[in-house]
């Protein structure tokens, strides 16, 4: 399974930017799928996941009411859109397929390559 991560780039605080990840080579509807993120000099940490079908979400505290993630399978691509950016979200965000969509970057199994989000202030 390939990941393609995109959409990331500098914007300002409080505004928006809308992260896309297409996939390949697999069924992409069997995948959890989840965004992560790091910053320079910092663990990578989960951001967000969806379940299979989109049933259930799931959020870090530090971006929820602010980020949303979803997914549309016909398309093979999950998306973060992401609102009310802080400065504190500057990272590179990747984006993961797994057999669940959980916050343990362990359970996946495929990462794409990661997009740079820059948010200054």
């Known amino acids: 399974v390939q990941l393609q991560a995109s959409g990331g780039g500098l914007v300002q605080a409080g505004g928006s930017l809308t992260l896309s990840c297409a996939t390949s080579g697999g069924t992409f509807s069997s995948y959890g799928m989840g965004w992560f993120r790091q910053a320079p000099g910092k663990e990578r940490e989960f951001v967000a996941a969806?379940?299979?079908?989109?049933?259930?979400?799931y959020y870090a505290e530090s971006v929820k009411g602010r980020f949303t993630i979803s997914r549309d399978n016909a398309k093979n691509t999950v998306y973060l859109q992401m609102n009310s950016l802080k400065p504190d979200d500057t990272a590179v965000y990747y984006c993961?397929?797994?057999?669940?969509?959980?916050?343990?970057?362990?359970?996946?199994?495929?990462w794409g390559q990661g997009t740079l989000v820059t948010v200054s202030s």
């Open positions: 969806i379940t299979k079908i989109g049933g259930a979400t």
């Open positions: 993961a397929a797994g057999i669940v969509a959980t916050s343990n970057p362990r359970v996946y199994n495929y």
